[in-house]
């Protein structure tokens, strides 16, 4: 009898251990699991640390200068600014520069715009055909890669042909580096450079009002300014709808005479009566 005691005594304190085993087990991995006692400050150090770790060394952006801010004044609201980068396209920033304060870009459209993509300018015909009287750029391709917000100069088929038009683009696409020169970024006002009317072409262009160089000093258009410009391109719209318009209608009346005359060349002659007199 006493040893079926020490038995049944034996298997409930094997029992006990054996159920509460991994709850001490728990219990003792929670106490020696550490707390979180790092400051957001701290953190951000980590995170830095590792990002410069894994970046490659860059050279530093050199400091933004009014000689070389580039200023559009667009008609979606406000000032676009752009820090241009001579370091990387000498070329091309004085071409753009040059052309700026010649006037060249006050009114022009944005005559291509693509949704995520980017927004083209530059072209006093408005239709991605034309240019400055001046010689075509070479490429300067660089190291400066085309995120959002990158300004770079379009071009047409061959390399070496970019000359007034430039892009500003929307989101990243890096499929256009060293395929385009890029020649500054915007550092602010992209909000104005979203609301662009966008379309291949735009029913209605959005517009620079005015190009600028910040160490010209000139501010901002007024609200009569903006509203006169886009007035005066909401003129030009409906010119160019009404030429179109005109030159459908003639195009339809050339081919209608054609079809006449081809119908009369075919038609047989009437036969004779054969009746004497």
């Known amino acids: 009898m006493r040893c079926k005691g020490i038995l049944k005594s034996t298997s409930a304190i094997f029992v006990f251990f054996f159920l509460a085993a991994p709850l001490l087990a728990q219990k003792r991995g929670k106490e020696k699991e550490p707390e979180l006692t790092a400051t957001p400050q701290e953190i951000r150090k980590v995170v830095q640390k590792t990002q410069r770790q894994a970046l490659p060394d860059l050279p530093p952006i050199p400091e933004m200068t009014p000689e070389n801010t580039l200023n559009l004044d667009l008609s979606t ?116 450079v979203d609301a662009v009317e966008k379309g291949e072409p735009p029913a209605h262009p959005s517009i620079i009002v005015r190009a600028s160089i910040g160490s010209d000093k000139i501010h901002p258009p ?19 709808q009404q030429k179109q318009e005109e030159e459908v209608r003639r195009n339809a009346m050339r081919s209608l005479l054609a079809k006449s005359r081809a119908a009369s060349a075919n038609a047989e002659p009437p036969a004779a009566s054969g009746q004497s007199h």
Do not use: C, W
């Not at 022009?108 to 034309?130: C, N, W, Y």
């Not at 696409?173 to 909000?191: A, H, K, N, Q």
């Not at 007024?222 to 160019?240: D, G, S, W």
């Open 77 to 192: 609201g406000g000032r676009v600014v752009i820090q241009l980068r001579p370091d990387k396209a000498p070329k091309s920033v004085e071409r753009i520069k040059t052309l700026v304060r010649e006037g060249f870009y006050n009114g022009l459209r944005f005559h291509r715009v693509i949704e995520g993509f980017m927004a083209q300018t530059g072209d006093p015909k408005g239709d991605g055909s034309g240019g400055s009287s001046l010689p075509n750029l070479p490429a300067e391709f660089n190291d400066m890669p085309h995120v959002r917000g990158e300004v770079s100069m379009a071009r047409a088929q061959e390399k070496d042909s970019a000359n007034s038009q430039f892009f500003i683009v929307y989101q990243p696409t890096f499929s256009l580096d060293g395929e385009y020169t890029p020649i500054g970024r915007v550092v602010s006002g992209m909000e104005y």
């Open 222 to 240: 007024t609200t009569e300014e903006v509203k006169a410009a886009v007035e005066k391109q909401e003129a030009i719209n409906l010119a160019e």
